[in-house]
């Protein structure tokens, strides 16, 4: 995508075309690298295609994932995916934003990555200085995921209900401090 057809080539380009919002990916750079063999094609290919697996979907990222505009970009996403799934009849999305920020006088925000310390409860192997907030949510979090990865829905018995994604009505579970979901803002 960015007529290079080496790495030193790569490497001459500015740092402005190398960023998510500029040209990668054209703002997806979490996409598959195409290369004929694992990945014949794209996902949005695969999704319009109807050679997508019929599962449910959980797409998301953290609120300061790569700009001020990273809730957009991931919505932008979802609802790409949702009306194609819908057409089709599949399977639903589920979408989060996950919305707490690192605690601490250096605090980054909700970056890329923060989640993992949550949804992999290993809050306690991070120099961060975590509180019941904070075990309480990577607890929930481990819940929501296991349920999802069991039964394709995450949601369980005494749980803050999470809803699929509707392109009529737009939802996103927002996991932060306060576990709910948030109408997503057009």
């Known amino acids: 995508e960015m007529g290079c057809s080496s790495l030193e080539e790569m490497r001459k380009l500015p740092a402005e075309k190398m960023t998510v919002d500029e040209g990668m990916m054209n703002g997806r750079p979490f996409l598959p690298i195409q290369d004929g063999v ?9 999704f319009e295609s109807g050679r997508s697996h019929d599962v449910d979907i ?39 934003c996950f919305g707490r920020r690192w605690p601490g006088p250096d605090n980054p925000g909700a970056i890329h990555g ?25 607890v929930a979090m481990c819940d929501y995921y296991a349920n999802f990865v069991k039964n394709g ?25 306060e576990r709910k979901i948030l109408s997503v803002l057009r």
């Open 38 to 46: 694992a990945f014949s094609e794209g996902f949005l290919e695969a």
């Open 58 to 96: 959980m797409m998301g990222n953290t609120i300061d994932e790569r700009s001020v505009r990273s809730g957009r970009l991931l919505m932008d996403d979802v609802e790409v995916v949702g009306k194609i799934r819908e057409k089709l009849g599949r399977k639903g999305i589920f979408a989060y």
């Open 114 to 138: 923060a989640e993992h310390w949550y949804q992999f409860e290993t809050l306690y192997r991070c120099w961060r200085p975590f509180t019941g907030v904070d075990f309480e949510l990577s």
């Open 153 to 177: 829905d995450p949601n369980g018995e005494g749980m803050p209900l999470w809803e699929r994604y509707c392109s009529e009505e737009p939802r996103c579970m927002l996991l932060g401090e």
